[in-house]
């Protein structure tokens, strides 16, 4: 195998990879979406896609784009079934949060990290809950997105591990930047 | 977490898609309010497309959450039996006291030669998945517009009505429930047959709106569907009126977390045709029908009666018809 066919293999990869935080995204907004439940709708499902969304927005803002994160919004809007545009606002609200306190976020070390990302997952849930108040002129129950935010917070701990695993594997090596 | 692990990448420099993108999301916003069916197609394709596997992987799954709520009635299963006993008893009772009214009722009817109750097609669909997101609540039957459900129409178990068909497709559809936010269902209760609009707010229990602000209800009032609108049938059992807090809201006889087979009742209301001509009011008392533009009656002076000579008319053929009359 010479040099300029090894080049090719590595640049065609090197594309692929550059879509792993966004197809992990999609990945995540269908499997939260299933409408299979353990519990017997006790709880409602964790918000798995904010977890890549969070990771790669600090580690590789350059993969998961403002433009992805609305990708990722709109299929969760389509899997959710609720009124279009809600998640996607949310989504890109946070995003937009998280972007602009990048640095206070990414220094946050153990449980600093998990109470970072249980912020971004307030500020989306917050985003939703007034969104859908102003959206049916109504007061909603708060009890289910408080429920909802509790059950993305717990699952962000494995979650993270995944996406870092998966960051490793297949887009850290191919990282351009320092 | 995994932050300190990983050298973080240059800030994102480019604000301005940011910017555009949160703008578009707004959009989208703004225009599913506009149309809320939006995603509908797509949301239809998905879970169409999804629908074998959801077969497949929800059927260990109702015996997993039948496991799991067992458990903790292991414990009373004695006091249960014999509670279900002593109901058991008293429903016989009360079957019997039915089958009677019910006897009575069609005798009267044939009496009275009322008018019987619209015959309602139904479908019988099993539930294949459950969404609980925090403001939808949701169902997903294995059956669709290929068994001619429509969306609109009445989803209903052993006990009573759970929701409406919110979306249809070829091979799926979705039930939104009696308690979602968005559900709006006109009921009448009784003993009064009074009216109101019971309306979901993601509790178990939906309230009530009633028509009239004079209304007073009691708990243990029966809830039915009412039928106004022409899209569900009229007397669907739904619950009892309960009083929480002030307000009155409804305890759901049916249980939509527990249900597995499901019926969608075909329902549909037949336009009310203009009566006929035989019909109307004025034929029916026996005076002449009314026309549609009645003659315009114009009361002149009569001329003023005056001898003249009379002089035979001129034959004077108006029309080949005429013409060929005379030449016979």
């Known amino acids: 195998m010479d040099i300029a066919e090894r080049t090719g293999i590595l640049m065609s990869w090197r594309s692929l990879s550059v879509l792993v935080p966004f197809l992990c995204g999609l990945f995540a907004v269908l499997l939260s979406n299933l409408p299979l439940s353990l519990t017997n709708g006790l709880v409602p499902a964790p918000l798995l896609a904010l977890v890549p969304i969070y990771f790669w927005c600090l580690v590789r803002p350059d993969l998961m784009t403002p433009a992805a994160v609305f990708g990722i919004g709109i299929l969760q809007d389509i899997m959710g079934g609720g009124p279009p545009g809600v998640w996607t606002l949310s989504f890109v609200i946070t995003y937009a949060v998280i972007d602009r306190q990048r640095d206070a976020f990414a220094g946050l070390p153990g449980l600093g990290a998990v109470l970072g990302f249980a912020t971004a997952a307030l500020i989306t849930c917050a985003s939703t809950y007034f969104i859908i108040a102003l959206y049916y002129w109504q007061i909603p129950l708060l009890s289910p997105i408080v429920a909802e935010l509790a059950m993305t917070a717990v699952f962000y701990v494995p979650g993270a591990y995944l996406v870092g695993l998966i960051h490793r594997r297949l887009v850290g090596p191919l990282r351009s930047e320092p | 977490m995994a932050n300190s692990t990983w050298k973080i990448a240059r800030r994102s420099n480019a604000q301005l898609p940011l910017v555009i993108v949160m703008a578009l999301a707004v959009v989208l916003v703004l225009l599913g309010k506009a149309q809320a069916g939006l995603f509908d197609r797509a949301r239809m394709s998905l879970t169409d497309w999804m629908q074998p596997l959801l077969s497949?992987?929800?059927?260990?799954?109702?015996?997993?959450?039948?496991?799991?709520?067992?458990?903790?009635?292991?414990?009373?299963v004695y006091q249960e039996n014999l509670r279900l006993k002593d109901e058991n008893a008293r429903l016989r009772q009360w079957r019997n006291v039915a089958v009677v009214m019910q006897d009575r009722v069609a005798r009267y009817q044939s009496l009275l030669h009322a008018v019987p109750d619209p015959g309602v097609d139904s479908v019988l669909a099993r539930v294949i998945g459950r969404a609980s997101r925090p403001f939808l609540e949701t169902m997903i039957l294995d059956a669709g517009s290929s068994h001619k459900i429509k969306p609109g129409q009445a989803v209903v178990d052993a006990r009573g009505m759970i929701g409406r068909i919110y979306l249809a497709g070829s091979r799926t559809s979705w039930v939104i429930l009696l308690t979602d936010l968005n559900s709006r269902i006109p009921v009448s209760i009784s003993p009064g047959n009074r009216q109101a609009i019971m309306v979901g707010d993601n509790t178990a229990m939906p309230t009530l709106d009633t028509l009239s602000q004079i209304v007073t209800?009691?708990?243990?009032?029966?809830?039915?569907?009412?039928?106004?609108?022409?899209?569900?049938?009229?007397?669907?059992?739904?619950?009892?009126?309960?009083?929480?807090?002030?307000?009155y809201r409804v305890a759901l006889l049916a249980d939509a977390s527990s249900s597995e087979d499901v019926e969608v009742l075909a329902f549909r209301k037949p336009p009310e045709e203009l009566p006929s001509s035989l019909e109307l009011p004025a034929v029916a008392a026996g005076l002449p029908p009314a026309t549609a533009t009645p003659p315009v009656i114009t009361i002149a002076p009569e001329p003023p009666v005056t001898a003249k000579p009379v002089t035979p008319p001129a034959a004077q053929p108006t029309s080949p018809a005429d013409q060929a009359d005379e030449d016979r």
């Open chain 2, 217 to 247: 209800l009691r708990a243990g009032d029966q809830i039915v569907s009412s039928g106004d609108g022409g899209l569900l049938p009229p007397g669907l059992p739904i619950g009892t009126v309960v009083e929480q807090g002030g307000k």
């Open chain 2, 56 to 76: 497949v992987a929800h059927a260990p799954l109702v015996q997993f959450d039948r496991w799991v709520g067992s458990v903790d009635e292991l414990f009373t």
